[in-house]
Protein backbone atom coordinates (compact mmCIF):
# COMPACT_ATOMS: atom_id res chain seq x y z
CA UNK A 1 0.00 0.00 0.00
CA UNK A 2 0.79 3.34 -0.40
CA UNK A 3 3.58 4.74 2.56
CA UNK A 4 3.92 8.08 4.05
CA UNK A 5 4.54 10.61 1.38
CA UNK A 6 5.87 14.52 1.87
CA UNK A 7 6.25 16.62 -0.72
CA UNK A 8 8.23 18.76 -1.86
CA UNK A 9 11.09 16.57 -2.03
CA UNK A 10 13.56 19.53 -2.00
CA UNK A 11 13.17 22.93 -1.54
CA UNK A 12 15.46 26.24 -1.51
CA UNK A 13 14.36 29.14 -0.57
CA UNK A 14 15.88 32.96 0.26
CA UNK A 15 16.17 33.66 4.03
CA UNK A 16 12.82 35.64 5.10
CA UNK A 17 10.47 33.93 2.78
CA UNK A 18 7.70 31.55 3.78
CA UNK A 19 7.79 27.95 2.98
CA UNK A 20 4.84 25.45 3.87
CA UNK A 21 5.99 21.68 3.67
CA UNK A 22 3.14 18.60 3.08
CA UNK A 23 2.97 15.16 4.48
CA UNK A 24 0.30 12.53 3.66
CA UNK A 25 0.13 9.81 6.21
CA UNK A 26 -0.68 6.80 5.34
CA UNK A 27 -4.86 6.43 5.46
CA UNK A 28 -6.32 5.67 8.46
CA UNK A 29 -3.40 6.13 10.64
CA UNK A 30 -4.75 8.66 13.81
CA UNK A 31 -0.80 9.73 14.74
CA UNK A 32 1.26 12.19 12.84
CA UNK A 33 4.63 13.48 14.13
CA UNK A 34 7.04 15.92 12.29
CA UNK A 35 10.50 16.25 13.25
CA UNK A 36 13.67 17.74 12.00
CA UNK A 37 16.62 16.19 11.24
CA UNK A 38 20.03 18.25 11.13
CA UNK A 39 23.48 17.32 9.70
CA UNK A 40 25.02 15.00 12.62
CA UNK A 41 21.92 15.56 14.83
CA UNK A 42 19.26 12.88 15.95
CA UNK A 43 15.90 13.69 14.90
CA UNK A 44 14.45 16.91 17.08
CA UNK A 45 10.48 16.46 17.73
CA UNK A 46 8.62 19.19 16.23
CA UNK A 47 4.76 18.46 16.82
CA UNK A 48 2.58 15.54 17.48
CA UNK A 49 -0.94 15.57 16.04
CA UNK A 50 -3.58 12.47 17.88
CA UNK A 51 -6.71 11.96 16.43
CA UNK A 52 -8.79 14.82 17.56
CA UNK A 53 -6.99 16.03 20.31
CA UNK A 54 -5.19 19.23 20.48
CA UNK A 55 -1.62 18.77 18.91
CA UNK A 56 1.64 19.10 21.30
CA UNK A 57 3.44 21.64 19.60
CA UNK A 58 5.97 21.23 22.37
CA UNK A 59 9.02 20.66 20.22
CA UNK A 60 8.58 23.83 17.67
CA UNK A 61 11.47 25.92 18.19
CA UNK A 62 10.05 29.11 17.71
CA UNK A 63 6.97 31.03 17.05
CA UNK A 64 7.81 31.02 12.88
CA UNK A 65 7.00 27.67 13.36
CA UNK A 66 3.81 26.20 13.33
CA UNK A 67 1.98 23.32 11.40
CA UNK A 68 -1.87 21.96 11.27
CA UNK A 69 -3.58 19.45 9.96
CA UNK A 70 -6.85 18.98 8.60
CA UNK A 71 -9.61 16.68 8.41
CA UNK A 72 -7.28 14.12 10.38
CA UNK A 73 -5.11 13.45 7.40
CA UNK A 74 -2.95 15.87 5.23
CA UNK A 75 -0.43 18.07 7.34
CA UNK A 76 1.27 21.17 6.63
CA UNK A 77 3.96 22.61 8.46
CA UNK A 78 4.99 26.30 7.63
CA UNK A 79 7.68 28.00 8.74
CA UNK A 80 7.79 31.85 8.42
CA UNK A 81 10.54 34.31 7.75
CA UNK A 82 13.07 31.34 7.53
CA UNK A 83 16.42 31.67 8.65
CA UNK A 84 19.73 30.01 7.73
CA UNK A 85 19.56 27.55 10.72
CA UNK A 86 15.90 26.11 9.60
CA UNK A 87 18.07 24.40 6.55
CA UNK A 88 17.51 20.71 7.71
CA UNK A 89 15.69 17.56 6.37
CA UNK A 90 12.14 17.70 7.78
CA UNK A 91 10.46 14.20 8.12
CA UNK A 92 7.22 12.74 8.64
CA UNK A 93 5.87 10.02 10.59
CA UNK A 94 2.42 8.51 10.67
CA UNK A 95 1.35 5.63 13.11
CA UNK A 96 -1.66 4.02 14.92
CA UNK A 97 -2.08 1.91 17.64
CA UNK A 98 -1.14 2.32 21.52
CA UNK A 99 0.14 5.82 22.53
CA UNK A 100 3.92 5.15 23.01
CA UNK A 101 4.04 1.48 21.85
CA UNK A 102 3.28 2.02 17.77
CA UNK A 103 5.43 1.63 14.92
CA UNK A 104 6.19 5.31 13.17
CA UNK A 105 6.22 5.41 9.35
CA UNK A 106 8.09 7.92 7.84
CA UNK A 107 8.24 9.42 4.91
CA UNK A 108 11.26 10.35 2.85
CA UNK A 109 11.63 13.88 3.66
CA UNK A 110 11.68 17.03 2.53
CA UNK A 111 15.45 18.73 1.88
CA UNK A 112 15.37 22.76 2.91
CA UNK A 113 18.21 24.61 1.89
CA UNK A 114 17.81 28.23 3.29
CA UNK A 115 20.27 30.79 1.29
CA UNK B 1 15.97 14.96 31.60
CA UNK B 2 14.77 12.08 28.77
CA UNK B 3 17.55 11.13 26.27
CA UNK B 4 19.05 8.96 24.21
CA UNK B 5 22.78 8.02 23.86
CA UNK B 6 24.57 6.59 20.85
CA UNK B 7 28.09 6.95 21.96
CA UNK B 8 29.36 6.00 18.68
CA UNK B 9 29.06 7.88 15.09
CA UNK B 10 30.62 5.50 13.14
CA UNK B 11 31.34 1.05 13.47
CA UNK B 12 32.95 -0.53 10.82
CA UNK B 13 32.77 -4.25 11.01
CA UNK B 14 33.98 -7.13 8.25
CA UNK B 15 31.16 -8.97 6.52
CA UNK B 16 30.27 -12.05 8.07
CA UNK B 17 31.42 -10.84 11.67
CA UNK B 18 28.82 -10.72 14.39
CA UNK B 19 28.17 -6.08 14.99
CA UNK B 20 26.74 -4.48 17.58
CA UNK B 21 25.57 -0.97 18.00
CA UNK B 22 24.77 0.53 21.10
CA UNK B 23 22.40 2.47 22.73
CA UNK B 24 21.51 3.59 26.24
CA UNK B 25 18.96 6.07 27.64
CA UNK B 26 17.82 7.70 30.03
CA UNK B 27 13.83 8.35 30.95
CA UNK B 28 11.24 8.42 33.57
CA UNK B 29 9.50 5.48 34.03
CA UNK B 30 9.21 2.56 31.77
CA UNK B 31 10.74 3.00 28.62
CA UNK B 32 9.46 2.06 25.79
CA UNK B 33 12.97 1.71 22.64
CA UNK B 34 12.71 1.37 19.30
CA UNK B 35 15.29 1.39 16.19
CA UNK B 36 15.56 2.37 13.25
CA UNK B 37 17.36 2.09 9.83
CA UNK B 38 18.08 4.68 7.69
CA UNK B 39 18.99 3.88 3.82
CA UNK B 40 20.60 6.14 1.57
CA UNK B 41 18.37 8.28 0.30
CA UNK B 42 15.54 6.65 1.74
CA UNK B 43 13.26 7.06 5.22
CA UNK B 44 13.73 5.96 8.19
CA UNK B 45 12.64 2.39 8.34
CA UNK B 46 10.97 0.22 11.56
CA UNK B 47 13.65 -2.38 12.68
CA UNK B 48 12.20 -3.76 16.16
CA UNK B 49 10.94 -2.33 19.23
CA UNK B 50 11.10 -3.63 23.12
CA UNK B 51 7.19 -2.78 24.90
CA UNK B 52 7.59 -5.64 27.75
CA UNK B 53 8.55 -8.78 28.43
CA UNK B 54 11.38 -10.81 26.96
CA UNK B 55 14.70 -8.35 27.07
CA UNK B 56 15.44 -10.21 23.33
CA UNK B 57 13.47 -8.75 20.87
CA UNK B 58 13.88 -9.62 17.23
CA UNK B 59 13.17 -7.63 14.22
CA UNK B 60 13.48 -7.22 10.79
CA UNK B 61 16.39 -8.28 8.70
CA UNK B 62 17.80 -10.92 11.26
CA UNK B 63 18.47 -7.77 13.71
CA UNK B 64 17.89 -8.57 17.70
CA UNK B 65 18.62 -6.11 20.86
CA UNK B 66 18.06 -7.13 24.09
CA UNK B 67 16.89 -4.35 27.01
CA UNK B 68 19.06 -4.28 30.12
CA UNK B 69 17.45 -2.23 32.95
CA UNK B 70 20.31 -2.08 35.25
CA UNK B 71 22.29 -0.49 32.67
CA UNK B 72 19.56 1.54 30.75
CA UNK B 73 20.90 -0.32 27.50
CA UNK B 74 19.35 -1.36 24.22
CA UNK B 75 22.14 -2.32 21.92
CA UNK B 76 20.92 -3.20 18.62
CA UNK B 77 22.59 -6.61 17.61
CA UNK B 78 23.11 -9.11 14.56
CA UNK B 79 25.63 -12.74 14.42
CA UNK B 80 26.55 -12.01 10.78
CA UNK B 81 26.95 -8.59 9.42
CA UNK B 82 25.98 -8.36 5.47
CA UNK B 83 26.94 -5.26 3.00
CA UNK B 84 23.61 -4.47 2.69
CA UNK B 85 23.59 -3.56 6.42
CA UNK B 86 25.52 -0.63 5.55
CA UNK B 87 23.15 2.27 6.60
CA UNK B 88 22.58 4.93 9.65
CA UNK B 89 20.47 3.20 12.36
CA UNK B 90 18.98 5.33 15.07
CA UNK B 91 17.81 4.41 18.61
CA UNK B 92 14.58 6.11 19.67
CA UNK B 93 12.98 6.01 23.27
CA UNK B 94 9.72 6.93 24.63
CA UNK B 95 8.06 7.02 28.17
CA UNK B 96 4.61 7.88 28.27
CA UNK B 97 5.27 9.65 31.95
CA UNK B 98 7.11 12.24 29.77
CA UNK B 99 4.40 13.10 27.24
CA UNK B 100 4.34 12.54 23.83
CA UNK B 101 7.81 12.75 22.58
CA UNK B 102 10.33 10.27 20.92
CA UNK B 103 13.25 10.76 21.75
CA UNK B 104 16.40 9.76 19.08
CA UNK B 105 19.91 9.66 19.32
CA UNK B 106 21.90 11.18 16.54
CA UNK B 107 22.38 8.10 14.89
CA UNK B 108 25.33 5.30 13.94
CA UNK B 109 26.69 4.96 11.07
CA UNK B 110 27.00 1.14 10.31
CA UNK B 111 29.98 -0.22 7.25
CA UNK B 112 29.80 -3.37 6.17
CA UNK B 113 33.45 -4.01 4.65
CA UNK B 114 33.39 -7.06 2.09
Known amino acids: GAGVSQSPSNKVTEKGKDVELRCDPISGHTALYWYRQSLGQGLEFLIY????????KSGLPSDRFSAERTGGSVSTLTIQRTQQEDSAVYLC?????????????FGPGTRLLVL | AQSVAQPEDQVNVAEGNPLTVKCTYSVSGNPYLFWYVQYPNRGLQFLLKYITGDNLVKGSYGFEAEFNKSQTSFHLKKPSALVSDSALYFC????????????FGTGTSLTVIP
Open chain 1, 49 to 56: FQGNSAPD
Open chain 1, 93 to 105: ASSWGLAGQETQY
Open chain 2, 92 to 103: AVRALLTGNQFY
